[in-house]
Structures are given as C-alpha cells and as structure tokens.
C-alpha cells in the first residue's frame, strides 16, 4: 500500500515537472531572462518549482486572456 502510494506520488511529481517544462519553453514571456530564471528554478526544485511557476505562470507572461463579453441585445 505504502509502495503503491509512494509510486503514484512520485509519477504525479515527474509528470507536473515535465508539464512545467514544455510550458515554459512553449511560453511567451515578457522578459526572456525570466524564462531562464524558470527553468532553473522548476529543474532545481522540481516539487515546489512547477507548483509556484503555475502559480505565477498568468502575471508574467504575455498571453492576454479574453474577457467573457456576451452580447443579448440583437
């Protein structure tokens, strides 16, 4: 049980790694020293560094969201 739960812990951890990863080389950042800064930091902490980055990930990069605008009147 103990095993198992270690395993599947451990999957989840490398998965969240590699998915910040790809992020952030996919990432439009504003700054491209703050890419770098990135990388570094989720390799070097790869359980609390992908966790912080997604945290941050929407001030830092240059993505602008759309805002929900419906339009009823026709």
Do not use: C, H
């Not at 950042?29 to 070097?44: A, G, P, Q, R």
């Not at 001030?59 to 929900?68: A, D, L, V, W, Y």
């Amino acid at each position: 049980m103990t095993e198992t739960f270690i395993i599947l812990l451990s999957l989840l951890t490398i998965i969240l790694w590699i998915w910040a990863l790809i992020d952030i080389y996919k990432s439009n950042f504003k700054n491209e020293i703050l890419k770098i800064i990135w990388f570094v930091i989720v390799i070097f902490f790869p359980i609390l560094g992908p966790i912080i980055y997604f945290q941050f990930k929407n001030k830092m990069t240059s993505r602008r969201r759309r805002k929900f605008e419906p339009n009823f009147r026709n």
